[in-house]
């Protein structure tokens, strides 16, 4: 069982350019996030999907946007990187959306660089 | 609203040490509490959680009990070794709200 793969493992982006974070899960998890790993900053999250169809808004989602076509696949896009875009990037899944004591699970991680 | 306040790192200790990684929590309710763990190029993974007052999660000889009073959920192993250099964080859940993360402690075990 993989569990949550993400692609690409590193990226070096220019800034202004469009570029899509995949995350693919086989655990046939309900519930999708993502979220931005930054020194001293713990992880912030971006966006989530509770059920396939329904996106909603993280912490901090400007600048980013996310689809949930269905059950397995949760990619995130930036429309046009910015520096401040720089970041390790973690696609998670949890069975439940609504269950207070589920765990996530994390995929390996994206790490990205803007320049 | 939520948050979780983690001791600052880096933490360095030697093989065999006693460790303390403290955790305190500011949240209306009960919340479940979390501790994940990141090894060097991993993502995160559960280590351990409690979901209610006076619970103590336990894996991998880590420990961490719930305490209401004092709004804790301090991380402690009793010997610790190399392999548990990692980033550990400390994180709560209230209902259908989403994890809150405090921000990391860092933890070098050396030989």
């Known amino acids: 069982i993989a569990g949550i793969t993400q692609a690409p493992t590193s990226q070096i982006l220019a800034a202004g350019r469009r570029m899509t974070l995949r995350c693919t899960q086989d655990?046939?998890?309900?519930?999708m996030y993502w979220y931005r790993q930054d020194l001293g900053l713990g992880l912030r999250l971006i966006h989530y999907?509770?059920?396939?169809?329904?996106?909603g808004k993280g912490e901090v989602p400007d600048g980013y946007s996310v689809s949930r076509a269905n059950t397995d696949d949760f990619p995130l896009t930036l429309a046009s990187a910015v520096p401040s875009q720089t970041s390790v990037y973690f696609c998670a899944s949890s069975d439940s959306a609504g269950a207070q004591a589920d765990t996530q699970y994390f995929g390996p991680g994206t790490r990205l660089t803007v320049l | 609203g939520d948050s979780v306040t983690q001791m600052e790192g880096p933490v360095t200790l030697s093989e065999e040490a006693f460790l303390t990684i403290n955790c305190t929590y500011t949240a209306t309710g009960y919340p479940s509490l979390f501790w994940y763990v990141q090894y060097p190029g991993e993502g995160l993974q559960l280590l351990l959680k409690?979901?209610?007052?006076?619970d103590k999660g336990s894996n991998k000889g880590f420990e961490a009990t719930y305490r209401k009073e004092t709004t804790s959920f301090h991380l402690e192993k009793g010997s610790v070794q190399v392999s548990d250099s990692a980033v550990y964080f400390c994180?709560?859940?209230?209902?259908?709200?989403?994890?809150?993360f405090g921000q990391g402690t860092r933890l070098t075990i050396n030989p």
């Open positions: 655990m046939r998890h309900n519930a």
């Open positions: 999907s509770n059920t396939a169809g329904t996106t």
């Open positions: 994180a709560l859940r209230k209902g259908a709200q989403k994890l809150v």
């Open positions: 409690a979901t209610k007052a006076d």
